[in-house]
């Protein structure tokens, strides 16, 4: 099993609606959770960062983490066509040194 | 800071010939990764360095790969002899690090492109 699990679609939605990328994973050790997002040809960026458990909001962007059922989230609002790209979650605990441990990614197009 | 650079971008060889990728991470972090992409895989760690040293290799998918970091501004990954199998799009990134973490993100070059015919 992989440490970390995504679901790699792909997704495609009109422009407007809520989208929502999932992860889940299984190293109860895990403690920052990221959002990175890369475009066609591009470096992963980073996007969304959430410590432990909880929601942080960035304006369209809203990211979720559930410790307990070990299920991370990440919702897009009013979805634009330059949302279109790859999502990929990323994790890490504190006592793993540096290393990410990083889902496969999710293919999201945004039709206009 | 221009960031993460890698070369080349684009990388076309002929089976069993050596290919050296290149990369130098942003200054001052502490820790440097290398991933591999597929569509397949998704995007797989190589190899980790902290302060120049070696971390965890336990991903570098045979001998063929290796991997260093002579100086805390540059690291190479080879893979002699290439093999058709091993095209990817290949990115290095880097971490400021430090223990406890203090910041967690990681930043990504451009990636290399490899192809191997």
């Known amino acids: 099993q992989k440490e970390v699990e995504q679901d790699p679609g792909p997704l495609s939605v009109p422009e407007g609606a809520i989208v929502s990328l999932n992860c889940t994973y299984s190293n109860s050790a895990f403690q920052y959770f990221m959002w990175y997002r890369q475009y066609s040809r591009k470096g992963p960026e980073l996007l969304m960062y959430t410590y432990s458990s909880g929601n942080k909001e960035d304006g369209r962007f809203t990211a979720q983490v559930d410790k307990s059922s070990k299920y991370i989230s990440l919702f897009i609002r009013d979805s634009q066509p330059s949302d279109s790209a790859t999502y990929l979650c990323?994790?890490?605990?504190?006592?793993?040194?540096?290393?990410?441990?990083f889902g496969t990614g999710t293919s999201l197009t945004v039709i206009p | 800071d221009a960031g993460v650079i890698q070369s080349p971008r684009h990388e076309v060889t002929e089976m069993g010939q050596e290919v050296t990728l290149r990369c130098k991470p942003i200054s001052g972090h502490n820790s440097l990764f290398w991933y591999r992409q597929t569509m397949m895989r998704g995007l797989e760690l190589l190899i980790y360095f902290n302060n120049n040293v070696p971390i965890d290799d336990s991903g570098m998918p045979e001998d063929r790969f290796s991997a260093k970091m002579p100086n805390a501004s540059f690291s190479t990954l080879k893979i002699q002899p290439s093999e058709p199998r091993d095209s990817a799009v290949y990115f290095c990134a880097s971490s400021p690090g430090g223990f406890p973490i203090r910041n967690t993100e990681a930043f990504f070059g451009q990636g290399t492109r490899l192809t191997v015919v």
């Open positions: 990323a994790m890490r605990a504190s006592n793993t040194g540096n290393q990410f441990y």
